[in-house]
């Protein structure tokens, strides 16, 4: 396999799905969209600031009465333009933008989504079981985001700095629960135990961790955030 290569920490006039924008900052750094004709959506609290021309408005989500339960977002906030807009979460981290083409998809970890043009459609999925051990027991949400006819953009953020491998085929990495990003969805996942112990009648506790088999890409985090909504 491998090793993970650090993905690029900055963009300055991308053109892609629609929009141009440009990526700055080195410790919590700054997203800012040139909206035209195409419009993105986001989670409210990581608006930093507009032009006035620039409209928002709620964008209501599928299945927002089993978020809403498990404490997450019930709504995400659509920004129309002609205008510019700049999204900034409140922590340091690494803020990368993913170009899907028509048909594409990812999974996404809860807490990870940033912003995507309006093209991108997004559902979720809830993990239980032993997956979520780590989490409270409560389980998380697993966002998917994908391209329907055209093109468009997936803007993420990591917390410290992100990683990416190309998994071919059969090759596996182990990951701690709550180091990884996305995953292309032809990337499977699993939950590994292990139990650690200093002798026959003693235990040290147990291990866990996320074992992804390729083929396709798995990003890594460098430092994970605990939130309310993990347990």
Known sequence: MAVPKLLATAATEETFGGVTYHIEGELVPV????????????????LLWKDPAVEI????????????LAGMPVFMTAATGPGRIAFSRDGAGHVFALHL??????????????????????????????????LGGTG???DTFSAGAGEGILWLHGYGNVFEVTLKPGEQIDIE?????????????????????????ASAGQLFWNRFTGPGRIAIQSMYVHTETDG
Request: no cysteine; charged share 20%.
């Open 31 to 46: 997203l800012h969209v040139e909206l035209n004709s195409t419009s993105v959506y986001f989670e409210h609290h990581i």
């Open 177 to 201: 629960p709550g180091g990884w990003i996305y995953k292309d969805r032809t990337v499977q996942m699993e939950t590994i135990m292990q139990r650690l112990s200093t002798g026959f009648f």
């Open 140 to 142: 998380f949400f697993i």
């Open 57 to 68: 408005a709620l964008k209501p989500m599928r299945g927002a009465l089993k978020r809403v």
């Open 101 to 134: 083409q028509p048909g594409q998809a990812v999974d996404v970890r809860e807490h990870q989504f940033l912003a995507a043009t309006d093209g991108i459609d997004f559902t979720f999925t809830r993990v239980r079981g032993v997956a979520n051990m780590l």
